[in-house]
Each structure stands twice: as C-alpha cells, then as structure tokens.
Nanobody, 123 residues
C-alpha cells in the first residue's frame, strides 16, 4: 500500500500564495501519477493538477492554469502544488492522490488518497 501525508494548507488573503506538499511512503515504486484535487462545500471533487511521476509531464485544470504549478522531487517521493494569485473561489479542501496505471483527471482512476488539507482564501 501507499500512504500520502499532506501539509501546507491554511488561511491566506486574496492575491497571496501557498505551497502544498504531499509525501508518499510505502510501496512507492508502483506510483505512476500524482495529482491534486479539491472539494468546496456543496460541490463535487474536482481535478486541479497532475504530474507523471516518471515523465514529469504536467496537466492542469483551466481554472488554475497560469496560477498553479505542480512539481515533484522523486528522491523524496514528494509532490508539491505552488499556488499563486489565490482567489476566494480557490477555497476548498485540497487532496493529494496517487495512481498506479495512467495519467488521469478523474478521481475514480486514483488508488490512494491523502487526508485533505484546508485552504481558505479570504480577507
């Protein structure tokens, strides 16, 4: 199994920045993709960004393209989400996820999940 531990959430003012981290442990050799999802109250969980663990190829939701950056440190088995120019509509619980077989945007295609970390953008 794979365990994912997230950190970095918090309260930030509009226009500010936060960086989220997700450290993987266990059978990490099986990881193909790591990604970030978010879920706001009353809304479905939505795709934010993903990165191919071996290729480094990145994928973004249109709503965050140009503001968020996903990157990884393979030696540390850690993926990051750098969030800039944050908006109130970015407020959500952010989840880290890992996939074993393919790069995917659907949460149904991910095998492992972190506990989630709250990001609140408010003045």
């Amino acid at each position: 199994q794979v365990q994912l531990v997230e950190s970095g959430g918090g309260l930030v003012q509009p226009g500010g920045s936060l960086t989220l981290s997700c450290a993987a442990s266990g059978r990490t050799f099986s990881i193909y993709t790591m990604g970030w999802f978010r879920q706001a109250p009353g809304k479905e969980r939505e795709f934010v960004a993903a990165i191919g663990w071996r290729s480094g190829n990145t994928y973004y939701a249109d709503s965050v393209k140009g503001r968020f950056t996903i990157f990884r440190d393979n030696a540390k088995n850690t993926v990051y989400l750098q969030m800039n120019s944050l908006k109130p509509e970015d407020t959500a619980v952010y989840y880290c996820a890992a996939n074993r077989e393919l790069v995917a945007r659907s949460p149904n295609e991910y095998d492992y999940w972190g506990q989630g970390t709250q990001v609140t953008v408010s003045s």
